[in-house]
């Protein structure tokens, strides 16, 4: 079956602009996280969604940031008036829980943003 | 909050050799998730450990869950040009949800041929 697709692949934006970065979980997974990557560093957990719950918002780094998800399908994080820190690969990842002790993420390939 | 962290942070190896990367905090997981990232792509999950002192092997790659659910260490053997890359280890406790999943900031490793 199809694995987690991000759009657009990569996007170049000039300062203040805003984006939008979509995703497209795998079909059933109940759960869609977002990611931020610098350039060499690991991941920056941004915002998780599960099902119909509240979204967790905590790891968003401003109120520039938000994030929406329809259902358990599509998610699109925005980032409004973006500057030149915004600059890294945004990660998708979506899960299926099984049980309790193990939470197995599939991710995108990524969005990469350049903000000039 | 809960620290993984993973230790080299760079590793430059020849092909052939052998070589581990560790992954250790002082809180316990109920499971632990080993990723490879490559240029370019998002991370691939490659092994999930779930009980403490568990061994898992994947060719090359030997995975290990400390006995207190606190370390992994993912030690190759023979390393190929093909392992180079971004390894990530995740912790999941067992509040679930975002918390639930910790991850290191990665050990990135280049085997030169």
């Known amino acids: 079956g199809a694995g987690v697709s991000q759009s657009p692949s990569n996007k170049v934006t000039e300062k203040g602009k805003d984006v939008e970065l979509r995703c497209d979980p795998i079909s059933g997974h109940t759960a869609l996280y977002w990611y931020r990557q610098r350039l060499g560093q690991g991941l920056e957990f941004l915002i998780y969604?599960?099902?119909?719950?509240?979204?967790?918002k905590s790891g968003l780094p401003s109120d520039r940031f938000s994030a929406e998800r329809t259902g358990e399908s599509v998610s699109t994080l925005t980032i409004q008036r973006t500057q030149q820190e915004d600059s890294a690969v945004y990660l998708c990842?979506?899960?299926?829980?099984?049980?309790?002790?193990?939470?197995?993420?599939?991710f995108g390939p990524g969005t990469r943003l350049t903000v000039t | 909050t809960q620290l993984l962290e993973q230790s080299p942070q760079f590793l430059s190896i020849q092909e052939g050799e052998n070589l581990t990367v560790y992954c250790n905090s002082s809180s316990v997981f109920s499971s632990l998730q080993w990723y490879r990232q490559e240029p370019g792509e998002g991370p691939v999950l490659l092994v999930t450990?779930?009980?403490?002192?568990e061994v898992k092997k994947l060719k090359r790659l030997t995975f290990q869950f400390g006995d207190a659910r606190k370390d992994s260490s993912l030690h190759i053997t023979a390393a190929q040009p093909g392992d180079t890359g971004l390894y990530l280890c995740a912790g999941a406790d067992s509040g679930g949800g975002a918390d639930g999943l910790t991850f290191g900031k990665g050990t990135h490793l280049i085997i030169q041929p």
């Open positions: 990842a979506s899960t299926a829980y099984l049980g309790t002790r193990s939470y197995e993420q599939y």
């Open positions: 969604f599960q099902g119909n719950s509240a979204p967790d």
């Open positions: 450990v779930v009980t403490g002192g």
